[in-house]
């Protein structure tokens, strides 16, 4: 059985904000492939969420929930996300077959998430006229809210480069014609990544650069481009990321988001240290504590903008 879930944002001095979250069914799992529902309803005002353990709504942009490592437990890691407040999480698809997968469980999880369709630059090689076809089916579900993963990936080179470009393009042209958000990826491509994005912008709704890493100047361009910033547990390593401590300031309050990439980037900050290597949606919690510290603001603050931000991009 699904659950109803609904978020209601007003606009307030311009900028939307999280004024209640309705869920009407509230899955639990008693055996496996059988599930009850028990009906519930969470009144947040003012972005102000009561929970067990956090008193701040937060939506996790980006989550890859469809990978292997969840096969066994999503159940428990879903629910422990909604434990600290995480209202909502966006499923990330980054090839076919995985935009699919994460479809399904936007299906089997009803209002709790969302998901993206798209070929991430490692599968470029995929994406064809049957796999566009089969993105486009996709994007017509109701909970399918971007395209994406699309974009250019230099450092690891897994699929040829000209490939990757030309993946990218036809994604960008089929969201624009589809009128649909992107979620976009790039490392180490950044000038082949900005050409072919800004030929497509005035085409596009709009954009988010999931997991910026980069630097102040690559930052700029996509600012200058309009584009949404996806924020990771990168800012949380010391060794990889205190680079963006010193500019994430830049980003302007209506375009900053916060995201895990689960299972992925692990925030370094989490004490104690866990035992697994396994990134979860819970741990955005950590993500949030480093990005308000950066922007000398109070934790609620942050979290009501960019969760509000969130709500507003994909439509929540």
């Not at 947040?44 to 890859?64: E, K, T």
């Not at 428990?76 to 499923?91: F, P, R, S, T």
């Not at 650069?209 to 630097?215: E, K, L, R, S």
Request: glycine share 8%; with cysteine; charged share 20%.
């Amino acid at each position: 059985m699904t659950a109803g879930f609904s978020l209601l944002f007003l606009k307030m001095a311009g900028k939307p904000v999280l004024l209640s979250i309705s869920r009407t069914l509230h899955l639990w799992q008693a055996s496996p492939g059988e599930y009850h529902a028990h009906p519930y309803s969470l009144i947040v005002n003012h972005a102000v969420f009561m929970s067990h353990q956090n008193s701040y709504p937060l939506i996790d942009i980006g989550a890859n929930l469809s990978h292997e490592s969840f096969a066994a437990d999503l159940d428990q890691v879903i629910d422990e996300a909604l434990q600290v407040g995480i209202i909502h999480m966006v499923v990330t698809g980054t090839s076919v077959s995985g935009s699919e997968a994460a479809s399904s469980l936007c299906s089997r999880y009803g209002g709790l998430l969302s998901s993206t369709a798209g070929i991430h630059p490692h599968e470029a090689e995929e994406c064809n006229s049957q796999a566009l076809a089969t993105l486009a089916a996709l994007a017509g579900e109701s909970h399918v809210l971007a395209m994406g993963e699309t974009g250019l990936d230099y450092f690891r080179d897994f699929s040829p480069r000209e490939s990757q470009r030309e993946a990218f393009a036809s994604q960008l042209a089929q969201a624009a014609e589809m009128n649909m958000p992107v979620f976009l990826h790039q490392r180490d491509g950044h000038q082949d990544f900005i050409d072919i994005l800004r030929k497509y912008r005035n085409s596009l709704p709009k954009g988010v650069v999931h997991c910026f890493t980069g630097t102040e100047s690559e930052l700029r361009d996509y600012l200058d481009l309009d584009m949404h910033i996806g924020i990771t547990g990168w800012i949380c390593d010391e060794r990889r990321g205190h680079h963006l401590h010193e500019f994430v300031s830049l980003v302007p309050e209506n375009r900053l988001m916060l995201e895990t990439d689960a299972p992925y980037l692990m925030p370094r900050t989490i004490r104690p240290k866990p035992k697994t290597r396994r990134n979860i949606p819970a741990n955005l919690v950590y993500v949030l504590q480093t990005v308000a510290a950066c922007l000398g603001k109070n934790e609620k603050y942050v979290a009501e903008m960019t969760t509000g931000n969130a709500g507003d991009f994909f439509g929540l």
